[in-house]
């Protein structure tokens, strides 16, 4: 049973150290995020998740934890941690944080005792080792030569984090691979609890559980060690905590929501539905758009299709749960990379309408730049994405008070940039649009969560693309010819823009013809 909560839920993805620095440092920290609640809800937001803040070296943005049970000083503190949860829950927001289950630090103090060259027996298998130290991995990542510990050991992502040892489904080196119940693969199981049972008491109301499907290794595309794991995991929990919520990283509703997720991403994996639909664009060496097929590309010449055949299986292996889509997040290139304004008005307005709980990352709802960047903490292209919240004109657009080169990242010096200040006056900026769109999704209940989603007009060839929420359509023609829609007068539809302005094109009325314009 999922919390009843997500029924109703529209979430802002926050990344820390990015959205507001409120002590000069020049890094985002948690009182920031306080004092920007009531801009969140605002939008229409109603929840948050929150990517890593714990104690880390940083080496991979927080995802590298050293301490499950600390903040990262220059977040804040543990207080500052409570404070947030109180505040949110009087403004009546829910708040995930990210859980790291798959990996920790090379430098959490589990993986430096497991190194030793006689680590104590707690901690000797929290991690995966090999035999010996010129072992190889068995088809997985691994590394050696770096520990006292004569062994190689699994890395689950980069070379700074070590796979933690939940055990093999199917076991081709019995020296070394451990079921996924043998004793140190169920104590590490236990430890996760614990940090879930942790955070819970301190008043989050839930997690967004990175690279939820890695728990498990040699475990096959059907991933029954995986699920196996995870049904124990969140039953437990859940005992005590019966409203938390879950969503995974792992694109794969059929699995996630049937081992314990309320909800799972539809995530921007190359060629997967989300990419089909805004970012299949390819690129020359130089990192210039060569050619963009994305459906919501006005030029593009692409058609529902590819995303239904991605999608639609995957949505329809969702069991109880919801499979959610996302504006973009942390990991991928924002859209405003490859997409216009207008053409990502008219992407974001499907996103948003679409069933499960949407997802917006932070300062897409103002259109925020993408940023060609030299890398930080790991993130490589993913570093353009995660430039400082643009608010207003003043110094470093709001953000931090602290002198330009102290900023985490560099603020947007474009001119044309947008800032929050601005577009709150702008009657047709991105961020009022997508205040309309979220407003008309809590109007209508068919454009909810757990409403079904049926396709109503798709076909080879054609840009316009039209699907049935309840007794509602959601109608969009991304392309550059006006297109016509047959109806039978008892739809209310929510149809989507050309040349007029925004305002008056985002309509809702029982009809039995819509008109959608093209996009320019
Ligand atoms: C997930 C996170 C990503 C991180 C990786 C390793 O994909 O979203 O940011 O680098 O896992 O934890
Ligand atoms: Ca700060």
Not at 334 to 340: A, E, P, V, Y
Not at 350 to 361: R, V
Request: net charge negative.
């Amino acid at each position: 049973m999922s919390a009843s909560w997500i029924k109703d839920a529209v979430f802002y993805e926050i990344y820390p150290q990015s959205f507001c620095d409120t002590n000069g440092d020049g890094i985002g920290d948690i009182q920031g995020i306080i004092s920007k609640l009531d801009y969140v809800k605002s939008i229409g937001c109603n929840a948050l998740w929150i990517n890593p803040w714990y104690e880390s070296p940083f080496v991979d943005a927080g995802y590298d934890v050293r301490d499950f049970y600390k903040i990262a000083p220059r977040y804040g503190t543990m207080e500052d941690a409570v404070e947030l949860f109180k505040v949110a829950h009087e403004k009546g927001i829910h708040v995930l944080i990210d859980l790291v289950p798959g990996h920790t630090s090379e430098q959490h103090p589990w993986f430096v005792e497991s190194s030793k060259e006689h680590p104590g027996e707690e901690f000797a298998d929290r991690y995966i080792w090999t035999e010996n130290a010129f072992c190889r991995g068995d088809g997985m990542p691994f590394i050696g030569g770096e520990t006292p510990r004569d062994a190689t050991y699994i890395i689950n992502f980069f070379k700074c984090q070590p796979a933690l040892n939940y055990g093999y489904r199917k076991i081709n080196e019995p020296n070394w691979q451990q079921p996924i119940d043998s004793p140190a693969a169920l104590a590490t199981r236990e430890a996760m609890k614990d940090v879930m049972r942790f955070w819970l008491d301190k008043g989050c109301d839930g997690f967004r559980v990175d690279m939820a499907d890695s728990l498990v290794k040699n475990d096959g595309d059907e991933k029954l060690g995986t699920m196996e794991v995870w049904k124990d995991i969140t039953s437990d929990v859940r005992k005590d905590y019966p409203d938390m919520a879950l969503v995974s990283e792992w694109n794969n509703p059929g699995c996630a929501l049937h081992c314990g997720f309320d909800m799972d991403f539809c995530l921007d994996w190359y060629g997967n539905s989300y990419s089909q639909l805004v970012r299949l664009y390819q690129m020359d060496k130089k990192g210039a758009i060569t050619r963009d097929d994305s459906f919501f590309k006005a030029e593009s010449q692409n058609d529902p299709m590819a995303f239904l055949r991605d999608f639609m299986p995957k949505y329809e292996q969702r069991g109880e749960g919801l499979y959610c889509m996302i504006t973009g997040n942390h990991d991928c290139k924002r859209t405003s990379f490859n997409l216009n304004d207008k053409e990502r008005k008219l992407a974001f307005a499907f996103l948003l309408t679409m069933p499960g709980a949407p997802f917006i990352y932070y300062g897409d709802e103002i259109g925020m730049a993408y940023r060609w960047l030299p890398t930080k903490e790991g993130g490589y292209h993913r570093t353009g994405t995660r430039t400082p919240m643009q608010w207003d004109d003043s110094k470093n657009l709001g953000f931090s008070t602290a002198d330009a080169d102290k900023l985490y990242l560099p603020v947007d010096p474009n001119p044309g940039n947008a800032t929050v200040a601005a577009q709150e006056k702008d009657p047709d900026s991105m961020l009022n649009h997508i205040r309309k769109v979220l407003a008309l999704r809590k109007e209508y209940a068919d454009l909810g969560a757990y409403t079904d989603m049926t396709v109503y007009h798709a076909e080879a060839g054609d840009r316009l693309f039209a699907v049935k929420r309840g007794e509602m359509l959601v109608a969009v023609n991304p392309g550059l010819e006006e297109k016509s829609l047959e109806l039978d007068g008892k739809y209310e539809i929510v149809y989507v823009f050309g040349e007029a302005e925004l305002a008056e094109d985002l309509k809702v009325g029982k009809q039995t013809m819509a008109v959608l314009k093209p996009v320019k």
